[in-house]
């Protein structure tokens, strides 16, 4: 049987509490599911969470470390390069007053030298520890009296301290090869 046409009974006002109570309890049943359902996300983030924080301390610490030793070695780097400009700037100052070794050999050239042919010269520049600069004088002597003249006029100039020939320079008579070694400031 069909029935055509549906007959309410209820009167349109008692439709309209009935339409009401049951948009209310679908908006309850809605936010209740809503609610189960963020609770249930929150709580499954809580792990993930948990490791993302431990992640981002672990990786904090790595790069406290690395700072720490990057900085450690940019200090070391800095510190050895500080010390290396220093003594560059005390070599320098220091340049001023050392001799050099033109003006050495000049006024060695200028002490008077007959029958005594110079063929060379070694220059050392002064150590730190001695202040004392060396000159190797290397050449020919035509006798020993005039390589013995010559040796002790280079050993009583006030810029030398020692002029020194070794003994065995003296073995030959004539054009006697000789090396004096003079050490002292050197300064003219």
């Not at 439709?15 to 049943?29: D, E, K, Q, S, W």
Request: charged letters at 15%.
């Amino acid at each position: 049987m069909k029935y055509p046409e549906l007959t309410n009974l209820l009167p349109r006002s008692g439709v309209r509490v009935m339409r009401r109570g049951y948009f209310i309890r679908l908006t309850n049943v809605t936010i209740a599911l809503i609610s189960i359902v963020l609770i249930a996300h929150g709580v499954l983030l809580i792990p993930s969470y948990l490791y993302a924080s431990a992640e981002i301390r672990r990786e904090q610490a790595e790069l406290d470390r690395i700072s720490s030793s990057n900085s450690t070695d940019q200090e070391h780097s800095i510190q050895s390069h500080i010390a290396s400009v220093k003594d560059d700037i005390e070599y320098l100052g220091r340049l001023g007053t050392l001799p050099t070794a033109s003006g050495a050999i000049r006024a060695i050239l200028q002490v008077p030298h007959p029958g005594i042919r110079i063929s060379g010269f070694t220059y050392s520049a002064p150590s730190a520890s001695t202040n004392l600069a060396q000159i190797a004088v290397t050449g020919t002597a035509s006798t020993r009296d005039q390589l013995r003249g010559y040796v002790q006029a280079l050993g009583q100039l006030p810029y030398v301290t020692n002029a020194d020939l070794p003994i065995s320079a003296y073995a030959k008579d004539s054009a006697i090869p000789f090396t004096i070694t003079l050490t002292g400031s050197l300064v003219p």
